[in-house]
Antibody
């Protein structure tokens, strides 16, 4: 069965960076695009970016350009999202989500990133 | 960016009620709209994609429709497991955006 397992919760200070991982299993890793989405506490969702695991190409939301990097390791079927220059407003649950068909069909369990001094 | 305006933000209902949630796109998105259900502390679950196609395993009491740029999620007979927050999301073009959510409560 398809599973997306994310790394554990993180606490970071303002200005630091965080790297969240998403390990995929149960399907052909390179056949499905992977997205990152976040949800601030009690809020809605914000799209961060997309990675094509087949060729490594990516696209980011304007709000995150210059601060986010999404990469993948095809040897371990893992996608990574690194966000730098963290500020308090980046406190959120970060999700990886697989595209099946045309939209998100499977999601990771979420990773809480807390930015606090 | 395409804005998705979802209403109502909160909906109080009882088991057995017919429930309707609306999502309006700021411009045409064709049929590229999905609905998700989210329960506290959990990741969203896909209910409907391409406006009205039920994801595998989703009960038939859920349905979706479209009129122009207005999209509707209907639960024909609310069940106890349906009390949750619902989100619409378009995937017409990047950035993909979500509605602000509708909390369905007792």
């Amino acid at each position: 069965q398809v599973q997306l397992v994310q790394s554990g919760a993180e606490v970071k200070k303002p200005g630091a960076s965080v790297k969240v991982s998403c390990k995929a299993s149960g399907y052909t890793f390179t056949s499905h695009h992977m997205h990152w989405v976040r949800q601030a506490p009690g809020q809605g969702f914000e799209w961060i970016g997309i990675l094509n695991p087949n060729d490594g190409s990516r696209r980011y939301a304007q709000n995150f350009q210059g601060r986010v990097t999404v990469t993948r390791d095809t040897s371990t079927n893992t996608v990574y999202m690194e966000l730098s220059s963290l500020r308090s407003e980046d406190t959120a649950v970060y999700y990886c989500a697989r595209v099946g068909g045309l939209t998100f069909d499977y999601w990771g369990q979420g990773t809480l990133v807390t930015v606090s001094s | 960016d395409i804005q998705m305006t979802q209403s109502p933000s909160t909906l109080s209902a009882s088991v057995g009620d017919r429930v309707t949630i609306t999502c309006r796109a700021s411009q045409s998105i064709g049929y590229w709209l999905a609905w998700y259900q989210q329960k506290p502390g959990k990741a969203p679950m896909l209910l409907i994609y391409e406006t009205s196609t039920l994801q595998s395993g989703v009960p038939s009491r859920f349905s979706g429709s479209r009129s122009g740029t207005e999209f509707t999620l209907t639960i024909s007979s609310l069940q106890p497991d349906d009390f949750a927050t619902y989100y619409c999301q378009h995937y017409d073009d990047y950035p993909w955006t979500f509605g602000q959510g509708t909390k369905v409560e007792i």
